[in-house]
């Protein structure tokens, strides 16, 4: 099953471009707030599902709603940090970081390149788990029956902010820095989520390729190491980490499209009020031409902050 936020507000269920509105029947009849529509979806999904696949319902063609983010307000995002063996990047120890909540957008919608010294912008292309049900102490053998489905998820992210020390939450929390969509789907419908091509594109050029089975700590250890230390709770949020080889400098104008096999294609555009322009070259590009750690990262060419501006 696929569902979708459409229409400011709507919950709907998508069944092959045609989008069913079962607003009415996750409210079961209170007031809920329409942005916690899609928890009490999934807090509630056993009791709801053959009501949602019986309902004839209303419905609409895809093309003509307007998709938001399948879960725009979340109790928690957690994300995976340096989980795949990409070659370029390498961590010793598991470790996740927290993303505000705040910083979800959905289809469509723009990243907003904020007025900050940051050495460049990117967006980490992830296959997002949504949880099922309140999870403690799990173990991973039985971490993927707390799974309730999966998204796309772009972890944006500022880079070089200072101090180095301190820097995941003004790197990673800004608002409109979690771009995900265009639908959340159910894990029934992917088969082997461990084993699921990633890619991304800007300006239709491909970027990232890479494929679940290359992350060093899988999806159901995360989920367990993740629960040890808090408990997850329905519709949270855990992005899973990205190789990368293939991460580039987004600008002003971009349009920046990702999708895990099986999730549909989301897409989102870039906006930079300050017109700043990076170097076109991907970490991976960097790297065969000798550069070495940070030095991977495209450099500004261009605008406030760059080093011509500094002169």
Same mark, same amino acid.
């Given at each position: 099953?696929?569902?979708?936020?459409?229409?400011?507000?709507?919950?709907?269920?998508?069944?092959?471009?045609?989008?069913?509105?079962?607003?009415?029947?996750?409210?079961?009849?209170?007031?809920?707030?329409?942005?916690?529509?899609?928890?009490?979806?999934? $807090? @509630? !999904?056993?009791? =709801?599902? +053959?009501?949602? /696949? %019986?309902?004839? $319902? @209303? !419905?609409?063609? =895809?093309? +003509?709603?307007? /998709? %938001?983010?399948?879960?725009?307000?979340?109790?928690?995002?957690?994300?995976?940090?340096?989980?795949?063996?990409?070659?370029?990047?390498?961590?010793?120890?598991?470790?996740?970081?927290?993303?505000?909540?705040?910083?979800?957008?959905?289809?469509?919608?723009?990243?907003?390149?904020?007025?900050?010294?940051?050495?460049?912008?990117?967006?980490?292309?992830?296959?997002?788990?949504?949880?099922?049900?309140?999870?403690?102490?799990?173990?991973?053998?039985?971490?993927?029956?707390?799974?309730?489905?999966?998204?796309?998820?772009?972890?944006?992210?500022?880079?070089?902010?200072?101090?180095?020390?301190?820097?995941?939450?003004?790197?990673?929390?800004?608002?409109?820095?979690?771009?995900?969509?265009?639908?959340?789907?159910?894990?029934?419908?992917?088969?082997?989520?461990?084993?699921?091509?990633?890619?991304?594109?800007?300006?239709?050029?491909?970027?990232?390729?890479?494929?679940?089975?290359?992350?060093?700590?899988?999806?159901?250890?995360?989920?367990?190491?993740?629960?040890?230390?808090?408990?997850?709770?329905?519709?949270?949020?855990?992005?899973?980490?990205?190789?990368?080889?293939?991460?580039?400098?987004?600008?002003?104008?971009?349009?920046?499209?990702?999708?895990?096999?099986?999730?549909?294609?989301?897409?989102?555009?870039?906006?930079?009020?300050?017109?700043?322009?990076?170097?076109?070259?991907?970490?991976?590009?960097?790297?065969?031409?000798?550069?070495?750690?940070?030095?991977?990262?495209?450099?500004?060419?261009?605008?406030?902050?760059?080093?011509?501006?500094?002169?």
């Amino acid at each position: 099953m696929k569902f979708v936020m459409f229409n400011e507000g709507r919950l709907g269920l998508l069944e092959n471009d045609q989008v069913k509105d079962i607003t009415e029947i996750v409210a079961q009849g209170s007031e809920v707030a329409r942005e916690n529509l899609p928890l009490a979806l999934i $807090g @509630s !999904f056993d009791k =709801l599902r +053959e009501r949602i /696949l %019986g309902d004839r $319902g @209303s !419905f609409l063609s =895809l093309a +003509e709603v307007k /998709l %938001g983010p399948p879960v725009p307000r979340p109790g928690n995002i957690l994300c995976m940090a340096v989980n795949y063996n990409d070659g370029l990047i390498t961590s010793p120890h598991v470790n996740a970081f927290h993303k505000a909540a705040n910083a979800i957008i959905g289809p469509g919608q723009s990243m907003v390149l904020p007025n900050i010294p940051a050495t460049a912008f990117e967006g980490e292309a992830e296959l997002a788990v949504v949880i099922g049900r309140q999870a403690k102490n799990v173990l991973p053998k039985d971490a993927m029956e707390y799974v309730f489905g999966y998204m796309n998820f772009i972890d944006g992210s500022a880079r070089g902010v200072q101090p180095a020390t301190n820097s995941f939450f003004q790197m990673k929390s800004r608002d409109t820095f979690a771009p995900i969509g265009p639908y959340l789907v159910t894990k029934n419908e992917i088969a082997d989520p461990q084993n699921l091509d990633i890619r991304a594109w800007v300006n239709g050029q491909l970027k990232q390729d890479f494929n679940t089975r290359t992350m060093t700590t899988t999806i159901a250890e995360s989920i367990a190491w993740l629960s040890e230390i808090q408990t997850l709770m329905p519709g949270d949020i855990v992005a899973t980490g990205t190789d990368h080889c293939g991460l580039n400098a987004f600008q002003d104008g971009d349009l920046v499209e990702m999708e895990a096999l099986g999730l549909g294609r989301l897409h989102i555009l870039v906006k930079d009020d300050l017109k700043r322009t990076w170097s076109r070259e991907t970490r991976i590009d960097r790297k065969n031409q000798g550069f070495a750690g940070a030095e991977t990262i495209a450099p500004q060419l261009s605008g406030k902050y760059s080093k011509a501006d500094q002169l």
